[in-house]
Structure formats: structure tokens, C-alpha cells
């Protein structure tokens, strides 16, 4: 696979969001030891950008990669969890923030035994924390750093003002939003974060997309409002039935490219994200073998100008994405 670097570290231009393995979708399909081979096999692709989370089935998603990475395979991946947030595992997202310094220098521990790790290789804060003025629990995380505990520190979903104000307290060698065909905020193109993306290059720092593939909708294959109650999308008012059927204008333009080149929709979707920098390292998630591949395939898709034109110029979509 074509490799990116992080923090200064050649990893693979495509990584691997863990959070599906443990919550959030289709959890009847759940299956741990399919999981770990999964993750295994991402290393061996050259997938070797990892993203989990502390709240991601109430630590078992981190637990599940340490049983992963176990046995010889840790030095093989680069580690990213995230703090900060509070809450159940399910289908909903976890709505409680922490951002105490106590909670994070303590979690970070909670999360060093459950990896079965000496260090983070990079640690969020997952989002900020209104109650907490973000220097305190930046400069607490700062000293994980001192401590040796962690190697690098990011932020998720923030804005570029935000950025600027963790930066100068401790350089950010991350930051993880959202980012797809049909959520651009953090291109500072709608919305109100700015371009986080922009100021990421200008800083150094890796641009991570979550959701490349719009939460599966992008890959062309979630056409009616059919899901489990504990699928996250059933509540999603994007995927209501009425919003969904009015998205697929999107998806038409997706399949069109993905013609062209003969490719599946989802290659198309990580492709673009790919093609907003350098620096960005987008992480779609599955819990399946062969959605592995196909995605670990997306980083050799070369998307051409007129491409990228039709792409970028695809509709709104219908709905907010919470």
C-alpha cells in the first residue's frame, strides 16, 4: 500500500476505524475473534494506522486490539485512542464529556492496561469539554507526553480556533472530523469550524477523516431506512426514509466515477478524501475481511480532474448528520 506519513512516521495512506467492532452498527454481526483477524490482516496490507477509543463499547473496542496486537504485533501498529468523552456503548453516540485533567491522565492508564501497551502512539481528546477550558485539559495531556506514556497528542471534531489555542500550549499532530463526500465542514466550506484541513497542512499536523464513506451510505449499497434499532443510522436523520431517497443523487455521481474506473463506489469516496492533501490519512471502518481489502485498495485509486470536479460539485445532502 502507498504510505503517508504521521508524525514522522511512514504509515499506510489508508487506515482502520475500530469503532464498528464493538458498537454503533449492526451489532448482532459482532464477533471478536473475526475482529482480530481483521486487524491482523489490515497490518499485514500495510494498514497500519489504528483508531479506537475509550468509549467505543465501554473499553472493550481497546481491549480487542490489545488482544489483537498481542503476540508480536504491536510494533507493527500505530496506536490512536481518545479520551474525553463519557457515556454508554450502543447505538447512540456517548453524550457525556470529561475533560478534567484528573479523567484523562486517568483514563490514559485505563487505556495503556487494556491495550497492552507501554505508550500511546497518539492520544485524542475526543471532543472538548465545555466545562473545562481546553489549555487545562491540553496542558494535562501535555504531561502524558513528559511522562512517556504517549508519543503524540490530537483533537477530534474542533475548530480551527480551538486548534490554534491546544497548539500553543502543545503541538497537535492530529485532528480527526469528519470529513466525506457529503460532510465538508471540515474543508471550512459549510459549517462553522473553519479549515481545519487547511490548517492542519500549514501546521504540520495529520488531517484524519472519520466517516469516509458517509456511514456506509456512499458505497452505494444502504438504498431504504431498513435497520436494527441498535443501528446508529436508524436515528439518523440523514438515513430517515424521505432524506435518504433524496441523498442518492450523491451516491448516482459516486457510482459514475467508480464506472470509469472500474471501481466499487467506496474506492471513490476514500479516494477523495485521499485527494484533499497529502496529509490526510482517512480512516473507514469495518468489522468484514473483504471491505477491508476493498478499502486498503482505495489508496491506489487515482481520481483525475474531472473527477474531482463532478465529485466536488454533488449536492447537499438532505438531513443534519446528527
Known amino acids: 500500500m502507498p504510505t503517508r506519513t504521521f508524525a514522522g512516521t511512514p504509515v499506510g495512506a489508508v487506515g482502520l476505524g475500530l469503532m464498528t467492532m464493538s458498537q454503533g452498527y449492526d451489532l448482532a454481526e459482532r464477533d471478536d475473534d473475526v475482529s482480530i483477524a481483521v486487524i491482523r490482516e489490515a497490518l499485514d496490507l ?7 477509543a475509550q468509549v467505543y463499547g465501554s473499553g472493550h473496542n481497546e ?13 507493527r501498529a500505530v496506536i490512536a485512542t481518545k479520551t474525553g468523552l463519557v457515556g454508554k456503548s450502543g447505538a447512540r453516540p456517548a453524550a457525556g464529556r470529561d475533560g478534567t485533567p484528573g479523567n484523562v ?90 479549515d481545519v484541513v487547511g490548517w492542519c497542512k500549514a501546521n504540520g499536523a495529520t488531517f484524519v477523516p472519520f466517516s469516509p464513506l458517509g456511514r456506509g451510505f456512499l458505497t452505494g449499497t444502504v438504498t431504504s431506512a431498513d435497520f436494527e434499532d441498535d443501528d446508529f443510522r436508524a436515528h439518523n436523520p440523514r438515513f430517515q426514509e424521505e432524506a435518504l431517497k433524496a441523498n ?38 469495518t468489522k468484514k ?34
Open 46 to 52: 500495510g494498514v497500519t494506522f489504528l483508531d479506537t
Open 289 to 322: 475481511p473483504h471491505y477491508l481489502r476493498e478499502n486498503a485498495a482505495a489508496a491506489s485509486v487515482a481520481l483525475g480532474e474531472a473527477d474531482l470536479a463532478a465529485l466536488d460539485a454533488v449536492p447537499a445532502p438532505v438531513g443534519s448528520r446528527y
Open 248 to 285: 442518492l443523487r450523491i451516491v448516482d455521481v459516486v457510482k459514475d466515477v467508480a464506472a470509469r474506473h472500474g471501481v466499487t463506489p467506496a474506492q471513490v469516496a476514500i479516494a477523495w478524501t485521499l485527494a484533499q492533501g497529502d496529509h490526510v490519512i482517512p480512516i473507514p471502518g
Open 105 to 194: 491522565k486517568r483514563t490514559a492508564d485505563d487505556s495503556l492496561r487494556r491495550l497492552g501497551t507501554d505508550v500511546i502512539d497518539l492520544y485524542y481528546l475526543h471532543r472538548v469539554d465545555p466545562d473545562v477550558p481546553l489549555a487545562e485539559t491540553w496542558g494535562a495531556m501535555a504531561e502524558l507526553v513528559t511522562e512517556g506514556k504517549v508519543r503524540h497528542l490530537g483533537l477530534s471534531e474542533v475548530t480551527v480556533a480551538q486548534a490554534e489555542e491546544a497548539h500553543a500550549v502543545h503541538p497537535v499532530a492530529a485532528i480527526q472530523s469528519e470529513l466525506s463526500l457529503w460532510t465538508r465542514d471540515a474543508l471550512g466550506t459549510t459549517g462553522t469550524s473553519g
Open 63 to 75: 481491549s480487542l486490539l490489545g488482544k489483537a496486537l498481542a503476540g508480536g504485533h504491536r510494533d
